[in-house]
């Protein structure tokens, strides 16, 4: 409930209170102002416990916009002039591909019911996704061969296909051909719309993608205690980036920028400019790192682990200590599992999905503990989100360094590039061009 609708129910309420004479208790003996005040404290009382409520038993949703986080607007630029600029005059640096092989995420599988259309621009192109009435998600090129029509702008699931708005024809979701066109008896053999493997797992629709048109060689594991309905839903973020793809699994094996960037605590902020500001120098975070590959036949994956502690005044705090394995599955798609001794456990699907060759869409999805009330994985949903949009703050301005300056402690992120790289192949595309102006 939106927080005016809370109060306006707060304050009708006060005035019925207002209206109603009961016993000893004579309202309409008090005056003006007292019922003024008794009608505004119901009001305010409501809306209270409507943010209580909201606080500790709804999810968190998080959504930021591409200019919301991470760029400095000064001399009285507007945030989105600001995010322009930045993009615009950043020095691009020499990049691998842009498009790597491998699972990105689409949307949440509750964003799309039986039978529904939703439009989706991922890797440059614009899709059509939709559940067909037996409940399969279906992904395909948006425009139909015909004309040109975009099937999702009007689309219709009729079964398993989804009929263009402008003529008629139909399309399998399952192979991408053509069924059926309404005023002409026959269907041409070719009469076909790209189809993108997808499958649907951890409550998210995914989809493969790969330069040649090979299907999956791999595939994103369900998370048991996700599908088991053990850990549910409590929030998840949502943030855009503009930088290359590669850069943002990089972080997991820069140990260094641990024990700089996200050492301040999180009453610090995320502009990068005041992090460091004396007032909340107290509160610190502390990180022990180790970054490794897998071996075969899970190469395509790779493990963080993470002990992050708390000092206050220079003490540790060893009861909020807090283990993570982050296991990152492809380019697209992590999976961080946290352990806490009293606070439970939780998993926390980060994904990356590249919407343009230098603009990424990051979601965080929360799954914890169903008996562990939600304020505690939203709480830590929001501290990650705040650690997170540190990176962001250093990913967009930076620039892509393809031979950068390392010593023998930054050896983890030479491991990774090379790890990284198996996703890259001959056809992967390169940047072509530069776009000269981003228009959020
Ligand atoms: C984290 O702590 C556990 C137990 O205290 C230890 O076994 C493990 O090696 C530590 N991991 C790292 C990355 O330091
Ligand atoms: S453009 Fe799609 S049916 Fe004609
Ligand atoms: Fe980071």
Redesign the pocket.
Known sequence: MPNNAALAVGLGLGAVLLTLPSGDFHLEDWGFAKRLVLCVAAGVTVLVLVRLHRLLFQPLELLRTPEDVGYIAEDGRTKARAANEARRRRKVGELPPVYPNGWYRVLDSHMLGRGEVRSAYILGQQLVVFRGHDGKAHVLDAYCPHLGANLAVGGRVLGNCIECPFHGWQYRGSDGKCEKIPYSDKVPEFAQVRRWPSCEVNQQVLIWFHCDGLEPQWSVPEQPEVANGQWVYRGRTEHFINCHIQEIPE?GADIA??GH??TPGLPSGVDLRYTNSKTWEFVRHDWKVEWDPEPEPNSHCSQMRVNHSLTLFGCRLPLLDLRVVARQVGPGVVFLRFDHSFLGRGLMMHCVTPVEPLLQCVTHTMFYQRNIPAVVPKFILKGESI?FE??VMIWNNKMYISKPLLVKEDAAVRRHRRWFSQFYSQNSPQLEYRRDTLDF
């Open positions: 972080n920028h641990l960037l996200h650690q540190r990176d």
